[in-house]
């Protein structure tokens, strides 16, 4: 019969072994630890100046960012747009498309697909015409860590009505969902890699401009969210935009009654949106 003493050395190398067994690491975690966040600009050719005021805070910041040569919507003959239905955009909108918003559409597909084909986890997409600063990055990543799911987290908008609160990030940022939009620009947002793949095919065929169907959760089947405050500030170049003024908007618009379609979808939008808002925020509420 073998001594307490022989089976309690016994039972002792054994775990020792068993320590010495390298843990196997979840290749999800692992691919969390070591992602990367790229930060991606939409700029023309001809926007020279924005894309070298840009290069000049991303060294101060020591940010790595990568410029997309944006679609000149002008140059392309309507004739020769892809993923566009010119009845549909009426329909939806009242009016007709303005060659700078075909051109915005296109640019951020192509930024959203060079971010798909990175293999990076997030990445965040910017148009030209905002500042980048120190703390951008961290605050981005902090956003998207607060909310699940195949997400994309607005970092700026023109204009926050009736934001619901979902949670706060580690640094202190606000995230939710407004009750009544658009929230007005794409100027800026953080989108994780799931996201975009499912951007890419429900953004398709284009029926609205990109900043009104981007924070459009309820169709497109990302998760989205919008900070509270702008992480982001805009340029003195925002002044200058180079998709359209108002008077090119009212250049296009149709008559009154023939936008009736258009008013009848934007009231039904709204009621989705006012959905969408309040139960995400009274699900939170519920967790706490």
């Known amino acids: 019969m073998l001594s307490p003493r022989f089976l309690f050395a016994g039972v002792t190398v054994i775990l020792e072994q068993i320590n010495r067994i390298p843990r196997l690491v979840d290749p999800d975690i692992a691919d969390e630890a070591a ?4 930060i991606y600009v939409i700029n023309l050719d001809r926007s020279r100046e924005r894309w070298e005021r840009l290069c000049s805070q991303a060294v101060e910041y020591d940010l790595d960012i990568t410029r997309i040569p944006a679609v000149d919507g002008r140059a392309i003959a309507e004739r020769d ?16 498309l303005l060659p700078g918003e075909y051109g915005c559409y ?3 597909l192509l930024a959203l697909e060079q971010f798909v084909a990175s293999g990076d986890k997030m990445a965040i997409i910017m148009e030209d015409d905002v500042e980048l600063n120190e703390r951008l990055i961290p605050r981005a990543i902090a956003a998207m860590e607060s909310v699940q799911g195949a997400r994309l987290v607005k970092l700026v908008n023109h204009r926050l009505v009736g934001f619901k609160a979902i949670c706060e990030t580690t640094e202190n940022d606000v995230v939710g969902r ?20 499912k951007l890419l095919t429900t953004l398709k065929p284009m029926l609205l ?30 002044a200058a935009t180079t998709i359209g003024k108002r008077v090119h908007y009212r250049a296009v618009k149709r008559h009154f009654l023939l936008r009736l379609t258009a008013h009848w979808f934007r009231t039904c939008d709204q009621m989705r949106r006012w959905r969408y808002a309040v139960k995400e925020a009274a699900a939170s509420l519920s967790e706490r």
């Open 35 to 38: 992602q990367q966040l790229r």
């Open 81 to 96: 747009r892809i993923d566009f239905h010119p009845k549909s955009f009426i329909y939806h909108n009242g009016r007709k």
């Open 106 to 108: 296109r640019s951020h």
């Open 178 to 197: 407004c009750m009544h939009g658009p929230q007005g620009s794409a100027a800026c947002y953080v989108v994780n890699r799931k996201a975009a793949k």
């Open 209 to 238: 401009p990109y900043d009104v169907a981007l924070e459009r959760g309820w169709s497109t089947g990302v998760e989205t969210f919008t900070t509270f405050e702008n992480l982001v500030d805009f340029s003195p170049h925002r």
